[in-house]
């Protein structure tokens, strides 16, 4: 994987060539989406927007002959989402904005996407139908399964594009810390936290949004996206405290994945989270009252760098020689020597 980051990084074509060569494959489209992320945070919104233009391409072929645009709205989901962290450094508010792109993805497949729903809903339809005739015919009881509608596919969809643009978002920034501040990924992640008032207004939101109806319990997903993304960051901060290694997070995983209940704990743990606050419970007293009393301003002064993820992502962030390299000719007669200082 950091094999794809570097390739990526070495130079400027080298990205535009992965990251067109996977954004044509429903299979291979998140390398396109990372690659993206990757360089719009590491060389900003000028460059990863060019770069977004050319991977767009092959996922609009993509779309116009198979009528799927889920590499598509992968990659230009992934994309705003680092966009955000460029602009904003803060990884909890680009949690939240997973919201919105999963919002905005339900709209658009509802405003363009009319016949992919359809044909998705005739499948479902085609697929509970034969399974309440093998239900009859067994003389067991009727299923009573019904066949989702077209809104109800539009928002779910849009929840699973917000799931994995925030995915390969997480990637991006995993494969930057990992060649310029190895661990600064993981310490900004277990940081994840949003104020007590936007966690339950969230919740609530996702509460009223579900009581509409059936057919809008999809669209009441797309608020607690941020929820169950600071859930995550919470059970990794946890481990972390304990020292658990893991083998105990897979497995959460693995039960968020198969058990709805599991999902519905999550959130709950988040909400509890924002009255209790976890994490300075886990945390030794000592270390707390210490982080409490410490005064930026004597930081500076002693030396120390203060522990903010923000200043951390930022300092990721700043130009370095060691960017995309300046393609060369060979009728320019440079020696190697004069194109290393060039670069």
Known sequence: MRGLANFAMSGRFRALLLAIA?????LFAWIAAAVVALVTLRKGHREGFWL?????LPGMVLTR??????????VVG??????????TIDLALTALASTGVALLTGALLLGFGEPMLEELSRVFAEFFASLEENARSSGAEPLGLQAPSKIQLAGMMGVANGVLSFLCLALARYWQAALYNPGGFGEEFRALRFPPALVWALGMGA???AAMGLQWRSW???LLLPLTIAGFALLHARAAYRG????WLGGIYAAWLVFDAAKLALVGLVLADALLNFRRRW?????????????????????NEPHDSAQRLEEDQSEHRDGFRREETEEDGDSPADRSNKD
């Open 22 to 26: 996977s954004a044509g494959s429903l």
């Open 52 to 56: 977004l233009l050319w991977a767009s």
């Open 65 to 74: 002959v198979t009528g799927d645009s889920s590499a598509l709205a992968l």
């Open 78 to 87: 992934t994309a705003l989402l680092a966009f955000v962290l460029r602009a």
């Open 207 to 209: 509460v009223a949004i």
């Open 220 to 222: 009441g997903a797309t």
């Open 244 to 247: 658990q290694g893991s083998f």
């Open 283 to 303: 945390a030794p007293t000592g270390a707390v009252e210490a982080d409490t009393e410490r005064n930026p301003e004597s930081d500076v002064e002693q030396g």
